[in-house]
């Protein structure tokens, strides 16, 4: 594809479900990235995929929240007994290179409603 | 923990204006100060960045100053145009890093 894809745009949850967001990084990018933007915030860092390997996890905010990347490619977020507090827009971001070690083309997002 | 703080939080200036944009860090092992642009519904996009060696780059209209003594850097927008109006994010990065640390965000209107 042309850019980093993410899916579903929108997502509703109610208290308690659980939530899975996608992202297509494009083809052939080493590197991929989690981050979180709450409404009118900068985005934070949630998590790194070097290939399949997850290298950095550290700004998962809880144990509800889970990333994979089983093939190097697509991956998932997925977040259990979503809270109000989950509501924000989910980045997911790709780069080139293994070397290339910060996020350099962003997705357009999920926007996530916790009602 | 805040460690990058922007300012200010949004700006109007006519076609043709200056607008500056500036951020402050805490954290002296950043090494890597991007800018990126950000319109409603996009992701954001990378617009220029700069390594604490050099104090100012100009890419096109955009330039970055930067001040390593004071831990500021800013971002001036030359001969500004409608469609430059975006919310515009400064962010750091340790050297070898992975994350990108960013600011709250300017929200820039450049009206015609």
């Known amino acids: 594809g042309a850019g980093v894809s993410q899916s579903p745009r929108y997502k509703v949850a109610k208290r308690g479900q659980d939530v899975a967001l996608r992202c297509d990084p494009i083809s052939g990018h080493v590197s991929l990235f989690w981050y979180q933007q709450a409404l009118g915030q900068g985005p934070e860092f949630l998590t790194y995929?070097?290939?399949?390997?997850?290298?950095?996890k550290s700004g998962l905010p809880s144990d509800r929240f889970f990333a994979e990347r089983p093939e190097g490619s697509v991956s998932t977020l997925k977040i259990q007994r979503t809270q109000q507090e989950d509501s924000a827009v989910y980045l997911c971001?790709?780069?080139?290179?293994?070397?290339?070690?910060?996020?350099?083309?962003f997705g357009p997002g999920t926007r996530l409603t916790v009602t | 923990q805040q460690q990058v703080k922007q300012s200010p939080q949004s700006l109007i200036v006519q076609k043709g204006g200056i607008p500056i944009i500036n951020c402050a860090y805490e954290n002296t092992a950043f090494d890597y100060f991007p800018w990126y642009q950000q319109f409603p519904g996009k992701g954001p996009a990378l617009l220029i960045a700069i390594r604490p060696d050099v104090s100012e780059k100009k890419e096109g209209r955009f330039t970055i100053s930067f001040n390593k003594s004071a831990k500021q850097f800013s971002l001036h927008i030359m001969d500004s145009q409608p469609g430059d109006s975006a919310t515009y994010f400064c962010?750091?990065?340790?050297?070898?890093?992975?994350?990108?640390?960013f600011g709250a965000g300017t929200i820039l209107r450049v009206k015609s």
């Open positions: 962010a750091a990065s340790m050297e070898y890093g992975n994350k990108l640390v």
């Open positions: 971001a790709s780069s080139l290179r293994r070397t290339d070690r910060l996020a350099e083309y």
């Open positions: 995929f070097q290939n399949e390997a997850q290298l950095d």
